[in-house]
Structures are given as structure tokens and as C-alpha cells.
Nanobody, 115 residues
Framework: EVQLVESGGGLVQPGGSLRLSCAASGFTFGSYEMNWVRQAPGKGPEWVSAIDSGGGTTYYTDSVRDRFTISRDNAKNMLYLEMNSLKPEDAAVYYC????????RGQGTQVTVSS
């Protein structure tokens, strides 16, 4: 059974930083591209970033490029999102996402950016 468990969210002031983590299990983590998506209140899901199976290639939506860094540790089955220079518009529930036939997400972790 695929399981994805996100953590690391919280309340941060504008300009602050957070590091999100996603613990993966139930599949061969190192064989699959992984994604981070977010959903703000009243809005649809927004793709944020992706990383290939080996961690050598990363992708970002334009609004987070140069502020966020996606990474993974295949030995630990962990996915990360380092978020710097956070803005109020980054506030959302963040999910790690796997496409493996179906689309899998965890329960999400809330990021609030407010002074």
C-alpha cells in the first residue's frame, strides 16, 4: 500500500523559511519521479515542483523558482522541499504526490505565511 506522509509545515513570517518532508512507503521510491503540489483555500491544486527518480533533474513552477529547492534521499525514502523567502501567496496545504497508475497524495502539511 502506497503511503505518503508530509510534515514540516507551520506558521512563518514573510521572508522566512520552512523545510517540508515526505516519508514514502509501499513502493520502490527510488524508481519514480516525485512531485510537490499545493492547494490554497478556495483554489484548485497547483503543481509546485518535481524531481526525477535519481534526483538529478528538478522542475519548478515559475512562481517558486529560485526560492524553493526540491530534493530526495532514496536511501531513506524521503522527499524534501526547502522553501525560502516565503510570501503570503505561498500559503497552502502542501502535498507530495506520486503518479503510479493512480495519483497518490498524503494528508498534506499546512503552510501559513503571515506577519
Amino acid at each position: 500500500e502506497v503511503q505518503l506522509v508530509e510534515s514540516g509545515g507551520g506558521l512563518v513570517q514573510p521572508g522566512g523559511s520552512l523545510r517540508l518532508s515526505c516519508a514514502a512507503s509501499g513502493f520502490t521510491f527510488g524508481s519514480y519521479e516525485m512531485n510537490w503540489v499545493r492547494q490554497a483555500p478556495g483554489k484548485g491544486p497547483e503543481w509546485v515542483s518535481a524531481i526525477d527518480s535519481g534526483g538529478g533533474t528538478t522542475y519548478y513552477t515559475d512562481s517558486v523558482r529560485d526560492r524553493f529547492t526540491i530534493s530526495r534521499d532514496n536511501a531513506k525514502n524521503m522527499l524534501y522541499l526547502e522553501m525560502n523567502s516565503l510570501k503570503p501567496e505561498d500559503a497552502a496545504v502542501y502535498y507530495c504526490e506520486l503518479h503510479l497508475g493512480s495519483t497518490y497524495r498524503g494528508q498534506g502539511t499546512q503552510v501559513t505565511v503571515s506577519s
